[in-house]
């Protein structure tokens, strides 16, 4: 019988050209220039479905987007992690190109996970990121802790986690809270863990004097949920002097209004905003941006007020109580998580989307399925 050689050689052609077609897709990554995040087994969607702002369209830059995993997300497991703190967990922009710093601020594999993304920018509620687990590569990237996710903007970033001091600025500035009388902790924050000031038992939080807290331009921010001592002057956060006057301090006043005050040198200058709620979180943020100040409670923004800010040039940054010049006053009564200062003006639409992410963050990302991913081939956990 004849033999075709031409057929022989055409066939031990295509088996080896098969051959080299399955080596490449199945070890060379499909999102190159990209990590190869292949090595990840599970992958998830986030689509921030509700960012509708209040003042029309902006774009948010470097946005600190919190996740929260949990197995309320449909096909979500912590046993899918390779690490028990969550080392194999990684972030990717839409493009999984772009590889997006975190900070992971409280892990627990029997409840919620508190997870800060940085979002290189947000525009619409069709923007989207992924969520990648389930990876040999168990070690957590530098971003973790190298405060990056924070960017330069802000001066101190405090999650109020600790269970005793030191309360820990997340920012690479790391502006530490290391003196004062230990609050209580306490599992019910807004964001996981959070301190409970009493009031009556002169507990506070003192974050030793720096300029970079104390600028000519900010917005500091916080939630705070009150449990009672009304028709007092109860300060969640203060960083000022007196005599003169100087610095910026936040009250639940005396007459149950939100308040946020700034010295000027021979006096105070306050913008007052809605009434206080007790035993309800409560987003509160004032902006300074050299001329005016404003007040945002809850997304909604009074002011503008025009007044020249002297700065506090001594006194340390308090939370849990006011008169930073002294041992203490104005105490608080009630909760306090997730305090900020930033060196920058914040938009309305940015101090609203703070709150939604924070407060409100399942109507403001919608989580997909979980992807569980071989090489090459992508199954949906339903």
């Not at 002294?326 to 909760?335: H, L, P």
Request: with cysteine; net charge negative; proline share 4%.
């Amino acid at each position: 019988m004849a033999v075709n050689l031409k057929s022989i050689h055409w066939i031990i052609f295509l088996s080896r050209f098969f051959l080299l077609v399955v080596w490449v897709c199945y070890f060379l990554p499909c999102n190159v220039p990209g990590d190869d995040f292949w090595d990840w087994k599970y992958r998830m969607k986030i689509t921030l479905t509700g960012y509708t702002p209040p003042n029309a369209t902006e774009t948010l830059t470097n946005f600190p987007m919190l996740v929260v995993l949990d197995t309320n997300i449909n096909g979500f497991a912590y046993c899918q992690f390779r690490s028990e703190s969550g080392g194999d967990l990684r972030f990717q922009d839409a493009d999984e190109n772009t590889v997006l710093n975190f900070e992971i601020e409280h892990w627990d594999t029997n409840g919620s996970s508190s997870v800060w993304v940085q979002l290189p920018a947000i525009s619409s509620s069709n923007d989207y990121f992924w969520a990648y687990w389930g990876s040999v590569d168990t070690n957590s990237p530098p971003c973790i802790t190298n405060g990056c996710v924070w960017g330069d903007t802000y001066a101190g970033v405090w999650h109020l986690k600790e269970n005793g001091f030191p309360y820990q600025d997340s920012t690479a500035a790391h502006h530490d809270g290391t003196n004062g009388v230990v609050p209580s902790y306490t599992n019910a924050g807004v964001i996981g863990p959070a301190q409970f000031f009493n009031g009556s038992l002169q507990q506070k939080i003192d974050i030793q004097y720096t300029s970079q807290l104390n600028t000519n331009v900010h917005t500091v921010s916080f939630w705070a949920n009150v449990s009672g001592s009304n028709w007092t002057y109860r300060s969640p956060l203060t960083s000022r002097d007196d005599s003169p006057q100087r610095g910026f301090m936040f009250y639940a006043d005396i007459t149950n209004k939100w308040g946020f005050w700034q010295g000027s040198g021979s006096g105070w200058s306050s913008v007052m905003g809605a009434n206080v709620s007790n035993g309800v979180w409560t987003y509160v943020a004032g902006t300074y941006d050299g001329s005016n100040m404003w007040l945002s409670v809850d997304g909604m923004s009074y002011g503008p007020l025009a007044m020249t800010l002297s700065l506090n040039t001594a006194r340390p940054l308090r939370i849990g109580a006011g008169a930073s010049e002294s041992a203490g006053a104005y105490w608080f009564n009630g909760i306090v998580d997730e305090v900020r200062v930033e060196s920058i003006v914040r938009s309305t639409n940015w101090l609203w989307s703070c709150m939604m992410s924070q407060g409100f963050n399942g109507m403001f990302a919608t989580y997909g399925r979980i992807e569980t991913r071989i090489r090459g081939t992508v199954i949906i956990i339903n």
